[in-house]
């Protein structure tokens, strides 16, 4: 151990020290201030927190490299996944402010504990040691728990906090259960030293403990046979706090199940990609099935987000430097997508309150073409159809795929692809040729603005998907 | 040999204390024979050399924990004898359990394989030339301070959690407030009243 100075560089620590610190600074402004407008003051500041650190990802971290003796690790594929978290948190956040204050749910804890949910995801993108990779998983989850049962006057949004926290507290059994067994087979917690000690000869100790992190993981991105707490928790939860739930701390989970993967165990793929390739067709399929009959639009999501990250298990199943590039890529169109998406639902305020049916967004393609374009461009892009950006991110999953040799998979992906365009067509088909009497309240401008901006992004930033794609390929190949 | 006259008692003591904790029939004796084990425990941290967690366990888990747990078990009346009723239908079943779990200590017992350097390792628990204090300062501060801040970061989302979802701000109920009451003047609060001889206050 290097006890001389283990903090070499103190900036690539900048966004986790930025987003720490101002959580903290932020906690006493709520605590010593009252009233609706330090409550905004508050979020705005958030916010402006959220970019900071997405910014000092990007430009104060410099070449990247190891802190604290190899735990923390800042490369390309940190600094993206970072930037990624930071402006997709920072959107969710702007979504449930009017929410917030419309529901009577106004509380500065959320902002606060919304940044700290952020800090931990940014610590598992930068895991490089089991224990690092531990702290993070669990600083994000609990924080995410709360949020769940943020509404505590709901018996809906308190089951769904305690389903989430019972399932969470399990799976982090599961994990720490993998990563002790690792330690014990290995020696070491550093992700560099159990490369080296599983690099030799067959190891089956390692190889349980390696399947116990990734069910323990396949929990946290929500992946099947490890989903049956989504829906639920999705549908309970206040929306704003579901919108948030199915982008960053997803991203994260994936970008951090990617990392275990390819750096510890990279030299294991054989032994992890069945398990991988189970994960992904299991999620494929029960995504797009399970989605078939679902009348609350948030299950649909929750269901959507289930298939979703089958197809980015698809794309670590590939293994290789395109699966990786290709990984970052999908991910961070679906994160946008789906934040417009749950934009648009928490614009289905009628005068009596929020609605969440399908059916209530039946003829409002016709009563309301700006949310209904909007809704439909994003609902066949995050389907995949073509030229639509969702297409792209699809499209590059399964070419990784099939480079790997990975060929039933990617057969399975398309016809399962077929099956859940099924039911985002059905949205569509209630939004355009039903008739309906429900009446939207006017969205709030924030609302208003993501939904259609992003209903627009998912057909006009196709050109821009060059400029992604170079982007995440720098980031993709940092791990190989 | 006084040294490992003093482990045969200090371990002697903390089995058959920890044996009474879970038969004791009383909850209150179980809990105070919870608090001989600690202290046995402490004891044979001392002989490991490690003075420090031995203090640390008195005063963290006799101190507080197990001071907790005594008012916990006084003030929740919970008649224990009616818990345990079951206990001898069970027992054919948890004898399994047990077996089982016996048996699969056993295994991994039988087929452990110490590292080679697990023995040096255990006769040095601290770096020599550094006391107790010292050595886990440097652990936890310097190589482990990462870890330790994230820990610290956990606990503090969960103290943030506990409040959110736990308090409640009743609108009758009177609050303390230091500063309005060491700002409180006599003038305000009470008034002086002359009064005559035989008049009263007169309202």
């Keep these: 151990m290097n006890t001389a100075n283990p903090i070499e560089n103190i900036f690539l620590l900048a966004p986790e020290m930025l987003l720490a610190g101002g959580a903290m600074a932020l906690l006493m402004l709520g605590v010593f201030t009252k009233g ?12 402006g927190l959220l970019i900071a650190a997405a910014l000092a990802a990007l430009f104060l971290t410099g070449d990247g490299g190891l802190v604290f003796d ?138 349980v403990g390696m399947v116990f992190v990734i069910c323990g993981l396949a929990f946290k991105i929500s992946a099947a046979p490890f989903h049956m707490w989504t829906p639920d928790v999705y549908e309970g939860a206040p929306t704003p706090v579901t919108a948030f739930f199915a982008t960053a701390p997803k991203f994260a989970a994936i970008v951090l199940l990617a990392r275990v993967l390819m750096e510890p165990f990279g030299g294991m793929v054989d032994q992890w990609r069945d398990v991988v390739w189970i994960l992904a067709v299991l999620s494929m399929g029960i995504g797009a099935f399970g989605a078939l009959t679902q009348q609350n639009i948030k299950r649909l999501m929750a269901y959507s987000s ?23 890529v999908f991910m961070s169109i679906y994160v946008f997508s789906v934040i417009g998406t749950f934009s648009a639902v928490l614009s289905m305020r009628t005068r009596e309150g929020m609605v969440e049916q399908i059916d209530d967004l039946a003829g409002i393609a016709q ?56 039911y985002y067509l059905r949205v569509v088909r209630v939004m355009w040729f039903d008739e309906g009497e ?39 190949t940092a791990l190989i | 040999m006084l040294a490992s006259l003093a482990f045969w008692a200090f371990s002697g003591v903390a089995i058959l204390s920890a044996l009474m904790v879970v038969i004791a029939r009383s909850p209150v004796r179980s809990v105070m024979f919870l608090i001989l084990s600690f202290i046995s425990a402490a004891g044979l941290f001392v002989l490991l050399g490690a003075e420090f967690l031995a203090m640390l366990l008195i005063v963290v888990y006799v101190g507080a924990v197990a001071v907790l747990f005594l008012f916990v078990v006084m003030m929740l009346d919970v008649d224990f004898a009616e818990l345990s009723a079951g206990f001898a239908e069970n027992i054919p079943l948890g004898a399994l359990v047990a077996v089982v779990l016996a048996v699969e200590l056993l295994m991994i ?63 009758h109920v009177r609050r303390q407030n230091v500063a309005d009451q060491v700002q409180r003047r006599a003038e305000d609060a009470v008034e002086l009243i002359d009064i005559k001889p035989g008049q009263g206050i007169g309202e």
């Design chain 1, 367 to 422: 009563k309301n073409p700006g949310l209904g374009w909007s809704l439909t461009a994003l609902m066949f892009s995050i389907g995949g159809l073509p030229f639509f950006v969702g297409f792209i991110g699809k499209f590059f999953v399964l070419y990784a795929a099939v480079e790997s040799g990975l060929i039933i998979l990617s057969v399975l992906a398309v016809l399962f692809s077929v099956v859940s365009a099924a």
């Design chain 1, 438 to 476: 429900v009446e939207f309240v006017p969205a709030s401008v924030s609302h208003y603005m993501i939904t259609r901006i992003a209903g627009i992004a998912s057909i006009l930033t196709l050109p821009f998907v060059g400029w992604l794609i170079y982007n995440a390929t720098t980031a993709g």
């Design chain 2, 109 to 171: 017992g039988l087929t452990w394989e110490s590292a080679p350097q697990a023995a040096a390792l255990r006769a040095a628990v601290t770096p020599d030339g550094l006391s107790n204090v010292e050595a886990l300062g440097t652990l936890l501060y310097d190589d482990y301070i990462y870890f330790f801040q994230a820990a610290g970061l956990v606990l503090l989302v969960a103290m943030i959690g506990a409040i959110v979802l736990t308090l409640r701000h009743k609108p």
């Design chain 1, 70 to 207: 190899g735990a923390f690790v800042v490369d390309p594929m940190a600094v993206f996944a970072k930037v990624v978290i930071g402006t997709s948190a920072a959107l969710a956040l702007l979504l449930a402010m009017p929410y917030l204050e419309s529901e009577r749910l106004a509380k500065f804890e959320y902002q606060i504990l919304l940044v700290l949910a952020v800090t931990g995801m940014a610590m598992m993108v930068s895991a490089n040691d089991l224990i690092s990779m531990y702290m993070g998983v669990e600083l994000q989850s609990l924080a995410l728990y709360v949020l769940a049962a943020f509404n505590r006057d709901s018996l809906r949004a308190s089951e769904a906090g305690l389903k989430y926290f019972v399932l969470g507290a399990l799976s982090s059994g599961l994990l720490l259960y993998g990563a002790s067994l690792i330690y014990g087979f290995t020696g070491s917690t550093g992700f560099a030293d159990i490369a080296i000690a599983v690099s030799g000869e067959y190891n089956v100790g390692a190889i």
């Design chain 1, 306 to 328: 289930i298939s979703n990250m089958g197809y980015a298990l698809v794309a670590i199943a590939a293994a290789s430097t395109i699966g990786l590039w290709s990984l970052l």
């Design chain 1, 36 to 47: 609706q407008g330090a409550n905004r003051l508050i979020s705005m500041l958030s916010i």
